[in-house]
């Protein structure tokens, strides 16, 4: 498995932006789908975002599109999620998580490597 590490949370008014990293540690970063993932207060961990090994090909979840953009550098095993145009809903603790295959339908239960999560508030 790998050791993943999030950083960049933060507190911001609607309508600003948040860049959020997650530094993997290993050799075998590049072979990972990589993936955001958030919950909120009181809710189900929901996808946000995931991208493929060789960063080609990227998935978002409907409510942040064209809003959030995800990333990765395989040179330094970091996958980042730059969030702009935020609301008070975007509001969750952001986790990144790793996943040895690609699924079209992104899942919790189809990542085996987590993050302990980084906060993200957004006030109105």
């Known amino acids: 498995q790998v050791q993943l590490v999030e950083s960049g949370g933060g507190l911001v008014q609607a309508g600003g932006s948040l860049r959020l990293s997650c530094a993997a540690s290993g050799r075998t970063f590049s072979t990972y789908v990589m993936a955001w993932f958030r919950q909120a207060p009181g809710k189900e961990r929901e996808f946000v975002a995931a991208?493929?090994?060789?960063?080609?090909?990227?998935e978002y979840t409907d409510s942040v599109k064209g809003r959030f953009t995800i990333s990765r550098d395989n040179a330094k095993n970091t996958v980042y999620l730059q969030m702009n145009s935020l609301k008070p809903e975007d509001t969750a603790v952001y986790y990144c998580?790793?996943?040895?295959?690609?699924?079209?339908?992104?899942?919790?239960?189809?990542?085996?490597?987590w993050g302990q999560g980084t906060q993200v508030t957004v006030s109105s």
């Open positions: 998580a790793a996943s040895g295959y690609y699924t079209p339908y992104p899942k919790r239960a189809d990542f085996s490597s």
């Open positions: 991208i493929r090994r060789s960063g080609g090909s990227t």
